[in-house]
């Protein structure tokens, strides 16, 4: 019963911004990791912006200075800002989590959310 929801992708133009954001609901117990990936057509999906251990923040090399990631863990919500967009950026973005619930005895269980679609134009 755990679901992520993404929302906030769009069609902007080169050096625009959006902000994506993924709320996590359902019987969670903890929320051990956060993080969005993308994947174009044709591509593999790759990891953009992620939550280590110990609150530590990792970013693929294209989107650094330019992503952000960050949370809100009263909310069980992580945002992504993305500004200075470039068409490279281009794909769908999904959020990822690792979460504890009761109905996994608390083991550590990955979810997906849908995805919300990025495209960005020169």
């Known amino acids: 019963q755990v679901q992520l929801v993404e929302s906030g992708g769009g069609l902007v133009q080169a050096g625009e911004s959006l902000r994506l954001s993924c709320v996590a609901a359902g019987p969670i117990f903890s929320i051990n990791s956060m993080g969005w990936y993308r994947q174009a057509p044709g591509k593999q999906r790759e990891l953009v912006a992620g939550?280590?251990?110990?609150?530590?923040?990792n970013y693929l090399d294209s989107v650094k200075g330019r992503f952000t990631i960050s949370r809100d863990n009263a909310k069980n919500t992580v945002y992504l800002q993305m500004n200075s967009l470039k068409p490279e950026d281009t794909g769908r973005y999904y959020c990822?989590?690792?979460?504890?619930?009761?109905?996994?005895?608390?083991?550590?269980?990955?979810?997906w959310g849908q995805g919300t679609q990025v495209t960005v134009s020169s």
């Open positions: 939550f280590i251990s110990g609150g530590s923040t």
């Open positions: 990822n989590a690792g979460i504890r619930s009761q109905g996994s005895n608390y083991a550590v269980n990955w979810y």
